[in-house]
């Protein structure tokens, strides 16, 4: 399919969900996570409503090699983005280090509100001298350099745009996307969006003429309808073109067939109010692209913010296009979680791609009457009201589309298309042993990763071919380890029952099989996966290659050919260890007069307080190698100014390269002392 982008991978976090599953869970349920505010106010017009995102605060730097102090000046968005970027290249079944193609990344971003709200105010209140965390605060909080810190972390080498066309700016993200990957300036692309309030949770006072709902509830469509509420999230996708994808044997949740972006001028009443004739052309444009006709659209996620105004207009705009398909629904996943502004177009492809894919389309809630003032019934077009089988007609092939558009004009539209993966039945073989390997870098990381398995392989089979595949070759290996034997699910599954009650996994094939380097492993591996041994002589061989990697050592799982032809599958991703990073204006954690409480004549005591400042280590990992610390060269540069300065020496980036510890530079400064 000429031009097609296939969606091979996919992650989100929004309110109510922190997961594709939990958020196809709340989708389909027609779940509304708001709850009332932490704020309260006496004010008549405040609105005690609000939308929350999971653990905005947490986050592992140490996973990203991310000092805690960079951590904590970091932007939310730039922390959510890093860990689900993480997740939808897991979700698609590929390992980061193994990307050698050109990835692009493309993400859509809001406003840094921490900076805002927390960063500023903090500094303020404790008159910090700025210059010694600048670099951390415009990096940090800046979207010019979102998506770059992801390719920087990542090591991914295509294009890379932080894109912001305020509530389109996820959805634009994705158009850019697809349009590099046609014009092959990448081969592989991950976009999407970004969208955190760190004040989340305060209400808002409602003011009668602006967007916000007065009610508290979004209600798209419906004659309930008042304004919108604003929540927030982050959704990321890979995406590939579709020839590729399937080349590589990779999981398509659905197909991007066309898309299209324009912005509306001046051909509207103001520069916030949205504009029919746009919107109908952009919706138009991508349908050209896409090569599709109208009648041939069975759902549209619309942009649907609930307001009066934008709904009308955006309603006029869809019945100039499908008057007269009355097989079309449409619907607004503003309804469940809010307005997610940044993020919101992202929310809504999410959620037209899990429709496609489970083809069901999920009900548009709070709208229970449409709004007379629409006139839907005399076009045919109605407002998806329950959970219901997705219908085309004459066979056709299951098509959506998607709108998002943005204050100020700037309009995208995608069109996407259903794909059927071929459905591989599950058997299982128990004359040989399998194995899988599951690392991480924390112990309580690996422990969920296990439990984690455990409950998505008691609701799905999977063949073991596709578990050794992803396991085996497509995942980091970290130092934390666990390596599994076993013959069959069952055998697999008390395995990982025994590990929840015991905290290890129990030893079902001992033996003392001779192995002292990587190529006796290999060798016994190779006989294993390859059914040379017997049953009875392979649990020898198993038990000797589990102690060999457990304890540290590596070998390559590749060896083995077949791995090579079987398709990719979704599976359970990794699991950080979060830790809080935050700052509160009105709780300051952070005492600038750390060091000056130290005596700085003394050279050793100077310099481990540089470490402590600029790194903020625990007294455990105060000896740390700077850069094994997440110590950047713009921070040595920094600590090394402060170091120049106080011992009127003269140092360079070098002297912090060959001397990374506190022992080691306290050396060299008293050797330039002398």
């Known amino acids: 399919m000429e031009n097609a982008v296939a969606i091979i991978g996919m992650d989100c976090k929004f309110p109510g969900a922190n997961s594709i599953e939990e958020y196809w869970h709340l989708l389909k349920n027609g779940v509304c996570p708001l709850k009332n505010a932490k704020k309260e106010s006496g004010d008549k017009n405040y609105v005690n409503k609000a939308y929350y995102v999971d653990s905005i605060d947490q986050f592992d730097a140490d996973f990203f090699n991310i000092s805690a102090k960079d951590a904590k000046y970091m932007d939310p968005q730039q922390r959510l983005v890093l860990e689900s970027a993480w997740k939808a290249f897991e979700d698609a079944g590929y390992k980061v280090s193994n990307l050698n193609d050109q990835v692009g990344v493309f993400i859509g971003s809001g406003i840094s509100t921490y900076l805002l709200n927390n960063v500023l105010p903090n500094l303020i209140q404790k008159k910090e001298d700025i210059n010694k965390i600048l670099p951390q605060i415009i990096h940090g909080n800046s979207s010019d350099y979102l998506s770059s810190r992801i390719s920087y972390l990542m090591n991914l080498t295509g294009p890379s745009l932080t894109v912001q066309t305020a509530c389109s700016s996820a959805l634009t993200a994705v158009h850019l996307a697809c349009r590099s990957l046609m014009t092959y300036e990448c081969d592989m692309a991950l976009c999407g969006g970004v969208s955190i309030n760190s004040n989340q949770g305060d209400g808002y006072n409602y003011v009668k003429g602006e967007i916000y709902s007065k009610s508290g509830v979004c209600s798209p469509f419906s004659d309930k309808a008042d304004g919108t509420i604003f929540s927030g999230g982050v959704g990321t996708l890979v995406l590939k073109r579709y020839d590729d994808a399937i080349e590589a044997g990779d999981y398509v949740y659905a197909v991007i067939l066309g898309s299209a972006i324009n912005n509306d001028g001046a051909d509207k009443i103001s520069y916030t109010a949205p504009s029919a004739k746009g919107q109908e052309h952009v919706i138009m444009d991508a349908l050209s692209f896409a090569g599709k006709k109208p009648s041939e659209i069975s759902f549209i996620e619309t942009h649907g913010t609930g307001t009066s105004l ?365």
């Open 310 to 674: 934008g709904d009308e207009i955006e309603v006029a705009a869809l019945k100039n296009i499908f008057a007269g398909n009355d097989n079309l629904k449409i619907g607004s996943v503003k309804g469940n979680i809010g307005h997610a502004i940044a993020a919101s177009g992202i929310a809504g492809l999410i959620k037209t791609v899990l429709c496609l894919n489970h083809k069901h389309i999920c009900p548009s809630i709070h709208c229970d009457t449409d709004n007379p003032a629409l006139e839907l019934s005399k076009c045919g077009i109605k407002v998806a009201k329950e959970y219901e089988k997705l219908e085309t007609k004459n066979g056709e092939s299951l098509c959506a589309g998607v709108s998002s558009f943005g204050m100020g004009g700037s309009n995208v539209h995608l069109i996407v298309e259903a794909y059927d993966n071929e459905k591989v039945p599950f058997v299982e073989d128990e004359n040989y042993l399998k194995m899988i390997r599951l690392s991480a870098k924390t112990e309580d990381s690996l422990r969920k990763m296990l439990l984690q398995l455990r409950d998505y392989l008691e609701k799905n089979d999977v063949n073991d071919s596709v578990l050794m595949k992803i396991y085996n070759t497509e995942r980091e290996i970290f130092s934390q380890r666990i390596m599994i034997w076993y013959r069959n699910k069952d055998e697999l599954l008390q395995q990982l029952n025994s590990y929840e009650e015991s905290g290890s996994i129990p030893q079902y094939y001992y033996g003392f099989e001779n192995c002292s380097n990587a190529s006796d492993i290999k060798s016994l591996y190779s006989r294993i996966l390859g059914r040379d041994e017997t049953l009875d002589n392979i649990s020898s061989c198993a038990y000797e290659i589990k102690q060999y990697w457990e304890s540290g050592f590596d070998f390559d799982t590749e060896l083995l050919g077949s791995y090579a032809i079987v398709n990719r599958e979704p599976l359970p991703k990794y699991c950080f260890d979060h830790k809080r990073y935050w700052i509160d204006a009105s709780n300051i954690s952070y005492d600038t007069n750390e060091c000056a409480q130290e005596d700085d004549s003394d050279v050793e005591s100077y310099i481990h307080n540089m470490w402590k400042e600029y790194l903020e280590v625990d007294e455990s990992n105060s000896d740390g190698d700077f850069f094994e610390l997440g110590g950047s060269s713009i921070v040595a540069y920094q600590m090394l100014a402060d170091i120049e300065s106080h011992f009127s020496i003269e140092l360079d980036l070098e002297d912090m390269i060959e001397n990374p510890t506190v022992t080691e530079m306290v050396k060299i400064v008293q050797k330039k002392i002398a």
